[in-house]
């Protein structure tokens, strides 16, 4: 069973990992950026929030099969491919987030750090901690979507037992098997993770701004 | 050279200039600037209406805003390169100015850390500004439970604690009552001048503007209608509304009806002027006086006064000492006395008086 809440934490992890790098900076040229179709992205991640798991697993799937475009990478039914399907499933929930945090303060912020000497850069970043609590949240919000999420994972990884099942995906299958007990000591090891990693993130963004903005 | 003596009082330095300047939003021009100097040592004061593109003018002037066209130099750069030393070497205090959410002390700190000032240092620029502008008590302080004066005196110390060059304030008191605005009116010059080199100041008060500045520039839907010191300001006024800020009042109109030697002549309620300006005979123009100016004497005198008409007093009102008393002649006009003189002329309504007044006191504007 470890090894199971092991494989998930390190799954969804690493799948928030590429979430964030993809989507605080594309939710932060989304709000700051002046170029065409701007609108028209940020709509197209509005939309990415309800698109559904089985959808982005089934699109993984087909990417990834022996046939398919990707096929030779032999990806298929590995920890890899549920990381790509649920880093695909977490950035629209970062990038829209971020998108709204960030538009959420007036230009005045950048104009004023300019104003007392900052570089673009410096401005840039003095406007990001402004908001530096909303873009914590935006981590919590892919995490929490990811670490719940149980069609992708299923479809792409294949529930395989030592390789690819997580604590979702065994949730199901005791489930099916009657081992009741089993699937709700999982449900409440899932619960308990969850609220964990939220109450971290949430000590980060009160406590912790000081390490990640320099000051 | 090195070795030689100044021999005269030496002109004035410039610190900061701006030429040429055309700034346009959707294609509408909203600045028109030939010409604009910050001296070494000055405070000079950008006085003018909402509207008139003052704080734009700033905006330009400190490089936070490209115009269409024009130049801005600093130390004998324009471009990129007075863009870059402006940055190190100026701050800007705006009316509405954002203050991070965190400390006070953060905040006075913040542009002392961009610049990688070393932390000691930090510290006590910090302490040392706070206690000049009076706010010691308030450095661990969350800016959120400031009110309007104490943040905005957090957002004057954060620009000193730099020691700018030149220091750039748009309307940094029109936010706050007008007690809080009296005392941190005070503060504000006595500390700009103390530490900046320059400092250019955007302001819609004109007692704000006269009291502080050394010089006033005086912008009016976008264009410089006149700079000059404050003296020069209200002893020649060139235009009517520079008249009006300056005290004077704008009641009298009439017609140019001719020239003697400098003056013009105009008509105003069947009476002739003698007047300071410059307007074609026949131009409608409004004649600006100062109140002070017109002496009221109960018959024709001697005097340098060249001119003189009779007026019914129509109305007598106190002013603190003072008094405001009404006449028409025609023309009607308004002037301020003492109260000894009133009562020694017993001015009262209903009462006739001679009003002289000097051709020098006088300025048609064209209306």
């Known amino acids: 069973m470890t090894d199971i809440i092991l494989r998930s934490l390190y799954v969804s992890g690493s799948a928030l990992l590429v979430a964030s790098v993809v989507g605080l900076p594309l939710g932060t040229v989304l709000a700051l950026g002046r170029f065409p179709f701007r609108r028209t992205a940020a709509t197209m991640v509005y939309a990415g929030l309800a698109l559904p798991p089985v959808v982005v697993g089934l699109a993984v799937y087909l990417l990834l099969s022996r046939s398919g475009p990707l096929g030779a990478l032999e990806l298929i039914y590995s920890p890899p491919a549920m990381v790509l399907a649920q880093a695909l499933i977490a950035t629209p929930y970062v990038a829209a987030i971020t998108m709204a945090a960030v538009e959420s303060v007036g230009p005045d912020v950048r104009l004023q750090a300019r104003a007392l000497g900052a570089t673009p850069l410096q401005a840039l970043l003095l406007h990001l901690r402004e908001v530096r609590g909303s873009l914590i949240a935006a981590l919590a919000a892919g995490f929490g979507a990811v670490i719940s999420e149980v069609g992708a994972v299923m479809m792409v990884g294949g529930n395989v037992l030592g390789e690819t099942r997580v604590m979702t995906t065994a949730i199901v299958l005791e489930t099916r098997r009657g081992n009741f007990g089993l699937a709700i000591a999982l449900g409440g090891v899932l619960l308990a993770i969850a609220f964990a990693v939220n109450a971290v993130l949430l000590a980060l963004s009160r406590q912790g701004e000081r390490r990640l903005f320099p000051s | ?367």
């Open chain 2, 1 to 367: 050279m090195a070795g030689q003596r100044p021999t005269t009082a030496p002109e004035p330095r410039e610190l900061l200039s701006a030429g040429e300047l055309d700034v346009r939003y959707q294609g509408r021009q909203i600045l028109d600037v030939p010409l604009l100097t910050l001296h070494e040592g000055e405070l000079l004061a950008v006085l003018g209406p909402n509207g008139a593109g003052k704080s734009t003018l700033m905006r330009v002037m400190a490089l936070l805003e490209k115009p269409a066209a024009g130049w801005v130099r600093f130390r004998d750069c324009t471009g990129v390169a007075a863009e870059r030393e402006l940055r190190r070497s100026a701050a800007v205090v705006f009316q509405r100015s954002h203050l991070w959410a965190a400390s006070v002390e953060y905040n006075v700190a913040v542009g002392l850390r961009l610049r990688r000032t070393d932390r000691n240092e930090t510290a006590s620029r910090v302490r040392r500004a706070c206690s000049a502008l009076g706010i010691e008590s308030l450095l661990e302080r969350d800016v959120g439970d400031l009110s309007g004066g104490e943040a905005q005196r957090v957002a004057l110390a954060r620009a000193l604690v730099l020691e700018p060059e030149v220091l750039f304030l748009d309307e940094p008191t029109a936010n706050l009552d007008a007690e809080v605005r009296a005392s941190l009116r005070e503060d504000l010059a006595r500390l700009a001048r103390s530490t900046t080199r320059g400092t250019l100041l955007i302001t819609h008060d004109r007692a704000e503007a006269f009291y502080l500045a050394d010089r006033v520039a005086v912008l009016k839907n976008g264009r410089m209608i006149q700079v000059g010191t404050p003296s020069d300001l209200y002893e020649n006024p060139t235009d009517s509304y520079i008249a009006e800020i300056t005290g004077a009042e704008l009641t009298l109109s009439g017609r140019v009806v001719g020239r003697e030697e400098n003056l013009l002549v105009v008509e105003s309620g069947g009476v002739r002027l003698l007047t300071l300006g410059t307007a074609p005979n026949g131009a409608n123009v409004r004649l600006a006086y100062r109140p002070e100016d017109l002496i009221l004497a109960d018959a024709p005198r001697e005097s340098s006064a060249r001119n003189r008409f009779e007026a019914t007093v129509t109305e007598v009102r106190p002013v603190g000492g003072l008094f405001r008393v009404r006449l028409d002649g025609p023309p009607e006009v308004l002037a301020v006395i003492t109260r000894s003189s009133a009562e020694g002329l017993g001015v009262r309504p209903g009462a006739r008086f001679t009003v002289h007044v000097k051709a020098t006191a006088l300025h048609a504007f064209p209306s």
